[in-house]
Nanobody, 122 residues
Framework: QVQLVESGGGLVQAGGSLRLSCAAS????????LGWFRQAPGKGREFVAT???????YYADSVKGRFTISSDNAKNTVFLQMISLKPEDTAVYYC????????????????WGQGTQVTVSS
């Protein structure tokens, strides 16, 4: 079992930056594939980024070049650095984890955090 707790969300102006953190407990972090997803009001959950245990990364086209996923395995924490934020990035952001390889489909992730709100004002 893995417990995930996100933090770092908030209100930021368009063009600003935020760094989300997700602290994991309960299992060796380095053996998991990690992902960030988001859900805007009235919309389905959307893939944002994923990081494999081999440091492979993959991003949604909408965030490529603006968001960076990384981890600190010693601290069992995964980060999502977000720059050049846009109003359309407004959503609840969730981190997720799964055994095995990276994936962009939310249905294959086993463990989920409770989410953190990111609001980007225009």
């Amino acid at each position: 079992q893995v417990q995930l707790v996100e933090s770092g969300g908030g209100l930021v102006q368009a063009g600003g930056s935020l760094r989300l953190s997700c602290a994991a407990s309960g299992r060796t972090f380095s053996s998991l594939a990690l992902g960030w997803f988001r859900q805007a009001p009235g919309k389905g959950r959307e893939f944002v980024a994923t990081l494999g245990s081999d440091d492979y990364t993959y991003y949604a086209d909408s965030v490529k070049g603006r968001f960076t996923i990384s981890s600190d395995n010693a601290k069992n924490t995964v980060f999502l650095q977000m720059i050049s934020l846009k109003p359309e990035d407004t959503a609840v952001y969730y981190c997720a984890a799964k055994p095995g390889v990276v994936a962009a489909r939310d249905s294959v992730y086993t463990f989920w955090g409770q989410g953190t709100q990111v609001t980007v004002s225009s």
